[in-house]
């Protein structure tokens, strides 16, 4: 079984929404901060948004805040992570990742397998 099982990606139009859902076979308490990252063709993983699972603060890289929201719902295991006002420069494949250090984005403990998320203008 895999630990961070993703979901939710696919193919969207210009100022379209998406809701991305990872779901971990353990308590999500247990694993510290969760986050999300995106990773395009020739460029780094980037680190998108981060949410400490006891607490529920965020963090969100300059980049994605204001339009996209990280969630928990720790009685389902999952994190979401909602994408809204889409354009086709936020096209990637989007990773889940658990046991980060809360307040930075690496090292990562765990990723998922990621979703491909593509806009089209």
């Known amino acids: 079984q895999e630990d961070l099982l993703e979901s939710g990606g696919g193919s969207v139009q210009a100022g379209g929404s998406l809701i991305l859902s990872c779901t971990t076979s353990q308590d999500i308490y247990r694993r510290n901060c969760m986050g999300w990252f995106r990773q395009v063709p020739a460029r780094a993983r980037e680190g998108v948004a981060r949410?400490?699972?006891?607490?529920?603060?965020?963090d969100y890289a300059d980049a994605f805040r204001g339009r996209f929201t990280i969630s928990g719902q720790n009685p389902k295991n999952t994190i979401y992570l909602k994408l809204d006002n889409l354009t086709p420069d936020d096209s990637g494949t989007y990773y889940c990742?658990?046991?980060?250090?809360?307040?930075?984005?690496?090292?990562?403990?765990?990723w998922g397998q990621g979703v491909r998320v593509t806009v089209s203008s």
């Open positions: 949410i400490h699972t006891r607490t529920g603060g965020t």
């Open positions: 990742a658990a046991d980060l250090t809360c307040g930075q984005w690496y090292p990562v403990g765990r």
